[in-house]
């Protein structure tokens, strides 16, 4: 078990072997050097990236997260398994985790009078608990609104509005959301798009003289969730669920009108909590929805 803020997980990049001991060897007792990256069976280390003022004179607690697949999407449930304390164990973090860094995922606020006091969101899988650790230390004060931008620059977050969607769905047949989102027209948009990456499985280069190299779990490429798409944007993704959603698209460049739709394919029954991010690149807005999902 680990007790961690954000140093620990920038480590996690260079330290993938943690928690895969197995694997960290060949048969016959030969180890693999340099940095392996796993498609699977890897945990998740929740991360405490600092806290921030609130306007009501107490405090905002801001914590991410570092699922260390490169492929495989995880499903914590609220409980023992993911919980945050005190107040929990639901204080709004998420129960579906996509890989790598994920930054941002939610926040807990606290009253001005909180002290040396600590929030503690706990996360276990594949039976090893990880720890991150939020208190008010003066040196992890950050900006979550600027994040290193010219705030000379008075942006406001887009407005975002989901329109009423069916709270029911069957499994694999496509529910279309809609979505309406007015921005302030800042910061202007670029000139040229950006280019959009597909995620798949890690590659693993053996470097000469070396053991052969391990078998990853073989993973399914996907596009990336926003990446490469610039201006004012709409992104689905799930918050909470049992299994990942497929949205097509799977985020939505925001023309004059304001408005998106998009379809959401489910592949296993269960309740969702599917959430709508508007971006304009430097502030963003979010929106919840919640699905039952059954089978045909």
């Known amino acids: 078990m680990s007790r961690s803020r954000w140093f620990f997980g920038v480590s996690g990049v260079v330290c993938l072997l943690v928690g895969s001991g197995a694997a960290s060897a060949q048969p016959g007792g030969r180890h693999l050097g340099g940095n392996i990256k796993y498609s699977s069976g890897q945990n998740i280390q929740p ?18 997260y570092l699922n260390r697949n490169h492929v495989e999407e995880l499903h914590v449930p609220i409980g023992p ?34 002290g040396k006091k600590e929030v503690t969101w706990t996360v276990t899988v ?20 600027s994040r290193g931008i010219d ?25 279309t959301l809609a979505a309406a989102v007015a921005d302030d027209g800042l910061p202007p948009p670029p000139k040229t798009a950006g280019r959009s990456r597909a995620a798949g499985p890690p590659t693993f ?20 969730r926003g990446r490469g798409a610039r201006g004012l944007t709409v992104t689905w993704f799930v918050w909470r669920g049992p299994a990942a959603v497929e949205f097509d698209p799977p985020v939505s460049e925001i023309k004059d009108a304001g408005k998106t739709a998009v379809t959401a394919t489910f592949a296993r029954p269960g309740e969702y909590v599917l959430r709508a991010r508007a ?5 963003s807005a979010t929106e919840d929805i919640s699905i039952t999902v059954s089978e045909r």
């Open 279 to 283: 971006s304009d690149t430097w502030a």
């Open 126 to 145: 594949r039976g090893r608990t990880e720890k991150a650790v939020g208190w008010l230390q003066p040196e992890w004060e950050i900006d979550p609104v």
């Open 151 to 175: 705030r000379s620059v008075e942006n406001a977050a887009p407005t975002l509005s989901i329109e009423k969607a069916p709270p029911r769905a069957t499994v694999a047949v496509p529910l």
């Open 81 to 114: 398994e993911n919980n945050v304390e005190p107040g929990g164990p639901d204080r709004a973090q998420p129960t579906y985790f996509y890989p790598r860094f994920n930054r941002a995922a939610f926040t807990v606020t606290v009253p001005n009078d909180w």
């Open 205 to 224: 280069q053996v470097p000469p003289n070396s053991p052969s190299e391990p078998v990853n779990v073989p993973g399914i490429e996907r596009e990336s």
């Open 47 to 64: 991360i405490f990236e600092g806290w921030s003022k609130s306007p009501d004179g107490g405090f905002t607690m801001h914590f991410a």
